[in-house]
Every structure is written in C-alpha cells, then in structure tokens.
C-alpha cells in the first residue's frame, strides 16, 4: 500500500507519497508529471517518515542545510536511476549543467558522449523534487530551464540556496516555463 501526506511549503502545496517505509514521490501540486509514479491505490495517513520529512523540508525551507536524509526509494529505469544518483551529489547552493551529468555519466559508462537532451528527461522525470534536487540543474549557458514545478520555483528554490544568479537567466522560450 502507498501513502500520501501534504506540505504546506513557501512555493506552495506539496504531496509526499511513501511505501510505508521510504519516500517515493515528492511533487509540487500542478507540477508537470505530477504524482506519475504514485499508485492508483494509496491512502491519506500520518505516518512517522512524514514526520521526518516535513522536519527536512521546514530546516530547508527556513534557509538551512538539513544534516540527515530521509529513506527515498525514486522507482525508474537504471538509466534514470543513474542521473538521479549524480542529481544528489550536487552540493547545496551549487549548480550543475545538463552537459556536465551528460559527461560524467558517459565517463561512468565508459562512452565517448552521451545526450544532454536525454539526462533532461530523466531530471524532468525525477519523483521526488527538492531531496532529489533536480533544481540544481541548468543549461550550459546559464539558462534556467527544464523544471517540473516551472521556471519561478526553481530560481527561489536557488535563491533560497544561495546560489550565484548572476550568470544565470530564465530564457523567453523554452520548456517548463
């Protein structure tokens, strides 16, 4: 069985979804792939790992770098999986380029290149925002593009991290915008 809890959050309301034991789903609500991994069965009920996640997600919120993690459990393809882990080693307050994960992840597989445009659609389809923080993830020029929960999120949750915004831009077009 899944559960479901909500978060009342500065950038607006935010649905967990857990097994019953680990995180699995975390979106903004109206976000884009809102709830795609979360069950057709699933109940509303407190449970001790939302607690533990709102406890995360209130130290972040309030500007502060959370000092444990709760269990996740993101569910996707080995290849998303593998993004997904690069996603999480991306420091808090830093940023990272589609290109540079395309890069590292050729490296880890040992090909020559690998597709930007492939690790955006796995970064786009990652279950769990914020813990997972596929928000740290911009183009090569600086663009801030590509965020499920849309353009204006992403540049607050940056902002909140205190990252540099000054070579960073929210393009006229483009997607999640």
């Known amino acids: 069985m899944h559960y479901i809890s909500t ?3 500065p950038l607006g309301g935010i649905t967990l979804a857990s ?4 995180l699995t789903g975390l979106w903004f ?3 884009k792939y ?32 959370p ?9 996707g393809s080995p290849f998303r999986m593998a993004v997904w882990a690069i996603l999480m080693q991306i420091p808090y307050g830093q940023v990272m380029t589609y290109r ?28 769990i925002s914020i813990l997972i923080p596929c928000h740290r993830v911009v183009g090569s020029d600086g663009s ?19 990252v540099d915004m000054a070579g960073l831009y929210i393009p006229k077009k483009g997607t999640a915008l």
């Open 100 to 127: 540079q994960i395309s890069q590292q992840l050729a490296q880890q597989r040992g090909l020559s290149a690998m597709s930007a445009q492939a690790v955006g659609g796995a970064v786009a389809h990652n279950p």
């Open 29 to 31: 609500q109206g976000q």
């Open 144 to 162: 801030l593009t590509g965020y499920a929960g849309g353009i204006a999120k992403k540049r607050r949750l940056l902002m909140l991290e205190g």
């Open 7 to 9: 978060y009342d959050s």
């Open 19 to 22: 097994d019953g034991n680990r």
């Open 67 to 75: 000092d444990f993690m709760p269990p996740l459990a993101a569910a």
């Open 34 to 65: 809102y709830a795609d991994t979360l069950p057709e069965a699933f109940d509303e009920k407190p449970l001790a790992l939302f607690d533990e996640v709102h406890r995360w997600l209130d130290i972040y919120f309030s500007g502060r770098i």
